[in-house]
């Protein structure tokens, strides 16, 4: 059963660009989490939001959460090389207790 | 530095064989769980693990058991192996039930079956 979808699947962008990942989700969470996955590597936890904020920041990462819309955005400023990657929205349920990832975006930043 | 380890990077194996995937965490994380990750269908979890000699059925678990003898070490176990179960494996470990914590992954193990 999948909750989160990442919207877009691929993105390219150029160096020193600011780079906006979106995702949804169907029912009501407790948080969502944002992770990283390098090519053929395990995943990495960058931010976790809970359903009380609205806004969260990490170094060049910035979280946002729209419970209203059920919906995340992250927005990575001044991209560089080494953050072409897939990213990955997880959410919880209020419903059961299992985190359920989206399939991600494929990021690749040009030089 | 916190870690999730998993006992083998790439790992090929034939048709029938049991194949037995490792993963050992050194953070004292009472929860683990085993993923698998197919182009196209994302992570899609196939047991999980609250405590030892505890185990869950994930979304997937047809053709696979776990086991959880110590708190450090959640086994994957392919009791006999297909060609469709050539994946990307992933474990993972977390402090907390639930979302409230994230999860800490291995490196992942490149399964394939012959």
């Known amino acids: 059963?999948?909750?989160?979808?990442?919207d877009p699947q691929a993105l390219s962008i150029q160096e020193g660009e600011n780079a906006t990942?979106?995702?949804?989700?169907?029912?009501?969470?407790?948080?969502?989490?944002?992770?990283?996955?390098?090519?053929?590597?395990g995943l990495v936890h960058l931010i976790l939001i809970r359903s009380n904020e609205r806004e969260?920041?990490?170094?060049?990462?910035?979280?946002?959460?729209?419970?209203?819309?059920?919906?995340?955005?992250?927005?990575?400023?001044a991209s560089r090389a080494a953050d072409t990657a897939s990213y990955f929205c997880a959410t919880d349920s209020k419903r059961d207790d299992k985190i359920i990832f989206g399939k991600g975006t494929r990021l690749h930043i040009l030089p | 530095d916190v870690k999730v380890t998993q006992s083998s990077r790439y790992l090929v194996k034939r048709t029938g064989e049991k194949v037995f995937l490792e993963c050992v965490q050194d953070m004292d994380h009472e929860n683990m769980f085993w993923y698998r990750q197919d182009p196209g269908l994302g992570?899609?979890?196939?047991?999980?693990?609250?405590?030892?000699?505890?185990?869950?059925?994930?979304?997937?678990?047809?053709?696979?058991?776990?086991?959880?003898?110590?708190?450090?070490?959640?086994?994957?176990?392919?009791?006999?192996?297909?060609?469709?179960?050539?994946?990307m494996y992933l474990c993972a470990s977390s402090l907390i039930h639930r979302g409230d914590y994230g999860y800490t992954f291995g490196s992942g193990t490149r399964l394939t079956v012959v």
């Not at chain 1, 060049?60 to 995340?72: A, M």
Request: glycine share 6%; net charge positive; aromatic share 8%.
């Open chain 1, 1 to 6: 059963s999948q909750q989160g979808e990442e």
């Open chain 1, 21 to 41: 990942m979106n995702c949804s989700y169907k029912t009501s969470i407790n948080n969502l989490q944002w992770y990283r996955q390098n090519s053929g590597r």
């Open chain 1, 56 to 77: 969260k920041h990490s170094g060049r990462l910035r979280v946002t959460l729209d419970t209203s819309k059920k919906s995340s955005s992250l927005l990575i400023t």
């Open chain 2, 43 to 87: 992570l899609r979890l196939i047991y999980f693990s609250y405590d030892v000699k505890m185990k869950e059925k994930g979304d997937i678990p047809e053709g696979y058991s776990v086991s959880r003898e110590k708190k450090e070490r959640f086994s994957l176990i392919l009791e006999s192996a297909s060609t469709n179960q050539t994946s």
